[in-house]
């Protein structure tokens, strides 16, 4: 919301009857966390005092160092719409920080930021995001919990009365722009029961920001409708998987450095050095942008979900596509993204991976303007297009042989994310599952 002071903070108290203030972090699994204050302890907050216990939020750090503070960051100042009865809610998005008043590198936001000085440092001034994130809306019983029964079987762009969700995401818009959202688009998506809502470009922190309040809006509001609202990447099989494309461009002093009215395809050698970038370490980051067992099941072919290193300018198969929008609109949308993945995370090791493709000069192999997924492993091979890890476990591994993208992350998420995410492919290799049952008991 622009340039804002504390003494701005106190008297948007006053003028919007806040009773109560949220200071928001996020874990490094993309899950948002908040301790809830009183009015009365506003002050103490915005002078950097309140602290919590670190050692309860996973993958933060050990017991004995758990005293940490929370960092507002005032420029995300942010009354909710909804009601709370007695006086309003309020947030403020905080960095974490240790003790001894060093950033924890453990933070998500804060390490997003490590990853932006870096891009300033070369010589760039902005990085900035268009996010396309996608959901589900499924009916709640009558305990309020969610079923997998669908609220409606529309097809992408579909309307009412084939689309039922359609007054649930007019009122997601509506919410999404009284907090300040720029909404562009809302529409069903290509599966029953998916939707897409899509806001505008922001600077990559404030966009990664915006993520989360997005999802926010999002649950708060489909549970208002008795709907839940799930960002898992793959709920249903047979259909198609909820995706986040990423739609990145690199800026420096207002001009976007991506596009060049000469350059081939009107795109400067930035952004082809960028491309190279993302391509080489996707493999790498993979583990990060689709961070959960189920991520892999989107990605497959046949469901408009990459699974091929590659990129064109004209089709929608490969992994990397170049929009026709030229100017100011140049940018490179990453395809391979899910809705999962913790936005900070994701951005931070997209960004390294681009700025080590402009060091080191890469250019990227030739452009693919086939369908990937009608290709024969012989014209696979003949293009030099590899495939995406095909599970989490696979993706750890691509992870592990890429200290470019290890260094994205810093040591402490690095080790405490790759930890976490061998124990979930563990519990879910080990475990005996429907299908298995369905298939082999009778059989054997």
Known sequence: ??????????????????????????????????????????????????????????????????????????????????PSGKGRVARLICDV???????????????????????????????????????????????????????????????????LGENCRRDIVLELEELGFEVEASHHEAAPGQHEIDFKYADVLTACDNIQ???????????????????????????????????????????????????????????????????????GFTAITNPTVNSYKRLVPGYEAPCYVAWSAQNRSPLIRIPASRGMSTRVEVRSVDSSANPYLAMATILKAGLDGIKRELQPPAPVDRNIYEMKPAELAENHIDMLPTDLDHALIALSEDPIIQEALGKHIYANFTDAKHKEWESYRITVHPWEIERYMKMY
């Open 213 to 283: 309040t997005f999802k926010l809006v999002v649950k708060t509001m489909a549970r208002k409708h008795g709907l839940h609202a799930t960002f898992m990447p793959k709920p249903l099989y047979g259909v198609s998987g909820s995706g986040m494309h990423c739609n990145v461009s690199l800026f420096k002093d207002g001009k976007n450095v991506f596009f060049d009215k000469a350059g081939e395809r009107q795109l400067s050698v930035t952004a082809y050095q960028f491309m190279a970038g993302v391509l080489d370490h996707v493999r």
């Open 97 to 163: 920080y240790l003790a001894n008043g060093e950033p924890f590198t453990g933070d998500p936001r804060g390490n997003l930021k490590r990853v932006i000085q870096e891009m300033k440092d070369l010589g760039f001034t902005d990085f900035n995001l268009g996010p396309e994130p996608e959901f589900f809306l499924f009916k709640l019983d009558e305990n309020k919990q969610p079923t997998m029964e669908l609220n409606d079987h529309g097809d992408y762009f579909d309307l009412a009365p084939m689309d």
């Open 1 to 82: 919301m622009g340039s804002i002071t504390k003494e701005d903070i106190y008297k948007l108290v006053e003028e919007q009857n806040v009773n109560f203030i949220r200071l928001q972090f996020t874990d490094i699994f993309g899950m948002i966390k908040n301790v809830e204050i009183p009015i009365s302890q506003l002050e103490k907050a915005l002078d950097n005092k309140m602290m919590f216990d670190g050692s309860s939020i996973e993958g933060f750090v050990r017991i004995e160092e758990s005293d940490m503070y929370l960092v507002p960051d005032l420029h995300t100042w942010m009354v909710f719409p909804w």
